[in-house]
């Protein structure tokens, strides 16, 4: 088969993508709609055959908002309890074993149904409770011994970014068609900093679709600047505290207000790369068939899963 490759998939980014892609037509014989699910097998079939992975893994959020983080920073996703419009909607991430976030009803009921399907293709489904699905691929990126790719819409993951241990991210956010392949050259070539520094850029730019405020007055360009002539944010702040630098009054001044925020906002924003998960990385060989064929085919008649069982179960067989 070739070298080793693994494929670390942001399961919820990629299923929400399918439910608001996919018409909500597709629906099974009872009536349950099942867009998010043919959507997602469309979309795993897809990603297997163009990059042919080893070993693949579907990362969960156990918990999409954990306790931890919301005490060190309140507003950590608070927007999302509330309910929010489509936009952000699209962005949200749903969790069946905690008290989610506010998601359409049809998608809620198709969560379960997308962990059975890929229980019985024996695709590996991979959480930690009191951790989201980021924290997981943060930790499988970091002890894999093999080239990874991470699939997902979340530009948070860009921090796993690394050259030197062949670690990619495939961002969705154009589709999963049109997904951009990201590198330290690509990072460096949208935000002007290369992608070890991308917790101390967003901690300072921030991001409202997370609720993380960023430092007042900060965007970008000044973001990337300060990381370019400092480094991380421990070199910033101790630069700005040095009257003799070239950091302006004015950035020292915002600096100085958003201290509070700053000791505790890499803690938030930085993804977990040591968790003790229920796998390793040589847990996650791809299957080359359904593990439960008998089980499998029952969802297939149940749900009307059609063309996009077909595909996957394609997909998996090329693999030998």
């Not at 997904?179 to 690509?186: K, L």
Request: with cysteine; proline share 6%.
């Amino acid at each position: 088969m070739g070298s080793q490759r693994l494929l670390l998939l942001d399961t919820a980014s990629l299923y929400f993508r399918a439910f608001f892609g996919v018409p909500d037509s597709f629906r099974a014989p009872d009536g349950t709609p099942v867009n998010a699910v043919r959507g997602l097998l469309d979309f795993i079939a897809r990603l297997v055959e163009t990059y042919r992975p080893t070993h693949l893994a579907c990362c969960w959020d156990n918990d999409w908002r954990p306790a931890w983080r919301v005490e060190l920073i309140p507003s950590y996703k608070a927007h999302r309890v509330a309910g929010a419009g489509d936009a952000v909607v699209e962005q949200m991430a749903i969790s069946d074993s905690t008290e989610g976030e506010q998601a359409p009803d049809d998608l809620a009921v198709q969560v379960p149904v997308i962990r059975e399907v890929l229980a019985a293709l024996g695709l590996a489904v991979v959480g930690k409770n009191g951790y989201e699905a980021d924290d997981v691929i943060g930790t499988l990126a970091a002890t894999a011994m093999m080239p990874v790719e991470v699939v997902t819409g979340d530009r948070d993951l860009f921090q796993v970014v690394d050259d030197t241990r062949a670690v990619r991210v495939l961002y969705i956010a154009r589709g999963v068609g049109k997904h951009e392949r990201v590198d330290d050259a690509w990072v460096k070539a949208k935000y002007g900093i290369p992608a070890a520094h991308y917790v101390d850029f967003a901690v300072l730019r921030g991001d409202p679709s997370d609720g993380l405020p960023g430092v007042a007055g900060i965007g970008e360009k000044t973001a990337a600047s300060l990381i370019n002539s400092y480094g991380g944010l421990s070199e910033i702040i101790a630069a700005a505290s040095e009257p003799s630098t070239k950091v302006s009054p004015s950035v020292r001044s915002k600096l100085g207000k958003a201290i509070d925020y700053l000791a505790v906002a890499p803690t938030v924003v930085a993804v977990a790369s040591d968790l003790e998960l229920p796998v390793t990385v040589d847990d996650l060989a791809l299957p080359t068939e359904p593990a439960s064929p008998a089980a499998f085919t029952a969802l297939v008649d149940r749900y009307g899963l059609g063309g996009s069982a077909e595909r996957v179960v394609k997909s998996l067989a090329a693999q030998r």
